[in-house]
């Protein structure tokens, strides 16, 4: 989801770029996207107005406004595809989805619970097919503890590899104290605001394993691709992805991000 503020720098550099202080520099662009699709990350809709503290820090300029009212025409696509065929996947998902749920649809849901153990379902599932099975969650807390779980059912040995923090205080006047010291303290289990980096890395030969980073965009080395472990080593990883015929090997990766008043 493209947040309000990126909107408006769109807007901004096709400006710059064609010499129109018209929206979009005239020109017209298409927007495709799920509106009820979770809002961006430390940002806001790309419908919704900006707050006049947002303009004058941000934008530079003196009154707020909302691109989206002002600029795009909205045509709603009608037909499912991703269900074609499953009407009754189709109409629970729709009702989730606008917030509506009926009494057959929580129903559904309810019967789709299952009793058992997460790490017994994922091993029922993954027998029965060639492909191991993807399990989503709701929130990053409790996808990790259901990693740590199923790290903890190998037979091999777990590995942890710990986040290594360099302070860069050249060309800069602040330096790094007790202060900023305690802020990165509270940031270790927030990977999403440190340049994607978990403080302890763990992993395990045969586990399974996601890309956080894009690596090779020519191999399609890229963010969110799935792969399994297949040895470690003191300098990289050798990892089997699933889409490569062979291993690759992935070496530690270095992120830079600022330490500001609002980490």
């Not at 979770?38 to 806001?44: F, K």
């Not at 790309?46 to 934008?59: E, G």
């Not at 696509?77 to 649809?105: A, P, W, Y």
């Not at 690759?248 to 500001?260: A, H, P, Y």
């Amino acid at each position: 989801m493209v947040s309000n503020l990126n909107l408006a720098y769109l807007h901004m550099r096709l400006e710059d770029i064609f010499g129109d202080d018209e929206w979009f520099g005239s020109k017209n662009i298409l927007f495709v996207g799920d509106l009820l699709q979770l809002p961006p990350v430390n940002g806001r809709p790309a419908f919704n107005k900006f707050s006049n503290k947002l303009v004058k820090t941000r934008l530079g300029a003196a009154n707020a406004v909302n691109i989206w009212k002002e600029t795009v025409e909205y045509n709603e696509l009608t037909i499912n595809e991703r269900q074609e065929g499953d009407e009754t996947s189709f109409k629970m998902l729709d009702f989730v989805r606008h917030g509506c749920m009926t009494n057959e649809t929580i129903h559904m849901l309810k019967s789709r619970v299952f009793k058992v153990s997460i790490q017994e379902k994922y091993k029922k599932i993954e027998s029965k097919g060639t492909n191991p099975p993807i399990c989503p969650f709701s929130k990053v807390e409790t996808c990790q503890k259901i990693n740590e779980l199923m790290l903890e059912s190998l037979e091999t040995e777990k590995i942890e590899l710990a986040c290594v923090d360099v302070v860069d205080e050249s060309g800069s006047t602040a330096k790094f104290d007790k202060k900023q010291e305690k802020k990165i303290e509270k940031l270790k289990d927030q990977p999403s605001k440190v340049a994607g980096l978990e403080t302890v890395l763990s992993i395990a030969v045969g586990c399974r394993v996601m890309l956080r980073h894009n690596i090779d965009v020519t191999l399609e080395l890229v963010n969110g691709v799935f792969g399994t472990v297949m040895a470690i080593y003191a300098t990289h990883i050798s990892i089997k992805f699933d889409h490569i015929d062979v291993p690759c090997d992935i070496e530690r990766v270095t992120s830079r991000f600022m330490l500001s008043k609002n980490l």
